[in-house]
Each structure stands twice: as C-alpha cells, then as structure tokens.
C-alpha cells in the first residue's frame, strides 16, 4: 500500500518519489497501480511513459506518450516526451515534426531546439546539428547543447569548434563535482566528454569514479543521457579495448556477460 492511502494519487506520488531517486522498476509498479486505480490518471501515463524511455524500451514510451498527447494536444512536456521516444526508436522525421510543432507552441523553446539538433544529429546531417546546437549553446550556455554542439563539429570536420564546446563542457561538469562530489552522473558525463576529445586514458577515470557512486539496479538521467552500472562498466571496457588493452577489456566484458547476458549480447563487441 502506498503511504498516503488505497488511492491513485498516494501511488502517483510514491511514483515521483521513486523515479527521483533513480528506482525506475519501483516508479513503474506505482504508476501502473495508480493507473489500474483511476485509468483517467493522465499524468501516471505520462509519467509511465518516462520511465520506460529511462529504461530504453522507447517502443512502450511511445504507446504510452501518444495516449498523453491526444489526451491534452497543447500540453508541451508530454509532446518533448514522445518527440525523444520517437528519436531514440530510430523514428527521425517524426521526432523532427513534433519538436517543430513544440515549437509553434511555444516559440524559443530550448529543449525543442536542441531536439531538432539532435535529429539533424542522428541523421549524419552534421552542419545543421552545428549550426541549431549553436544557436542553442549561444542563448543558455548549457551542457547539453555543448556537448552535442562538440561532437557535431567534430564530424563536421571543425576541429577548433569542437575542442572549445567539449572544453566549455567539461567545465561545467568540473564545478558540478566540486558541488556534489558523490553523485556519479558528472563524473560519467566527463568520461564521455573526453571520449569525444579522444582521451580515452582520461575517460577510464571519470567512468571509474562514476562506477565507484554508482549503485546497482539504478538508473541515472542527467542532460538527456541515461545510464546504469552495467552502460559504465561497458564504457570502460570499450576505452580498454581502443587503448590496446584487451586483456583487461575481456575481463570488463566476461564480468557484463556474467552479470546480464542479454545486455551483452546488444552492447559488447562481437570478437569479445
């Protein structure tokens, strides 16, 4: 039973709760309960839907999302929502047509913009993704359009470009630590940073520190990146194996192949 009583609300707020702290499978029990309470519930949909993109099921984020949107046509969140299910399902141009309608809504709105970089992004267009995560970066300074902003220049072959984004980046990162040292989500996003400036010996480090405050079982969102325990350990073990370091790299995998065989089998290379 949830604190606050037998009731759709008490289970949609245990829900928050949950999800805040990382416990996505937890969230999930408590939204589908309150769901099966009060099938009215939009919000534990919405919700419902989050939680499976934080679990890279975007197929079941989708069903879900869709469900909101039509349920309340104007309401932004739920539209951003559903646009990056879509991306991350491979589905580009449609992820591309709800961020533009986000944007008749709501004219500036920063995610929007940086969703559309992110579909310019996943469609190899690498001078478009430049020139919105630009624009982006320019109007908020943030890490997310930086780091997009970085590895879109780099494959646009602007090397100068490239290195100052994932530089400023960094940077703010390095601060983030220094405010919250034990949180593990800077310390992994510094790992990919220096993935994208190719520092790989660098990015061992930060991923070893991010596993180190990592818990098992937990999923991590920070700036639109999710990851768990097993993503870093992965990262890892892809850095050793592009330093030339297989031993140890077969060590990483056969521990991922151990710990969760069917995860294994869709991320680790195949000669592993």
Known sequence: MAFGGENA??????????????????????????????????????????????????????????????????????????????????????????????LDLKAGDARAKLGLAQCAFAAANWEVAVNIARTVADESGGFAALYLLGRAARFAGQEELANTSLKRADLLLERQIESTPMQPEAHYLRGEVCVGQDKLADALEHYRAAEERADAGKVYLAYGERFGKLDILMKRALCLKKLGRDEAARELADQILKENPDYASRHLLEEW
């Open 9 to 102: 609300e008490s289970y949609y707020d245990e829900g928050l709760t949950a999800s805040m702290k990382g416990d996505v499978a937890r969230a999930i029990t408590f939204f589908e309960q309150a769901i099966r309470l009060d099938n009215t519930l939009v919000a534990a949909y919405h919700q419902l839907g989050r939680c499976h993109i934080r679990l890279g099921d975007p197929a079941k984020a989708v069903t879900l999302l869709q469900q909101v949107v039509r349920a309340r046509p104007r309401q932004v969140p739920p539209k951003l929502d559903l646009a990056q299910a879509l991306l991350d399902q491979g589905q580009t141009e449609k992820a591309r047509d709800i961020y533009a309608q986000v």
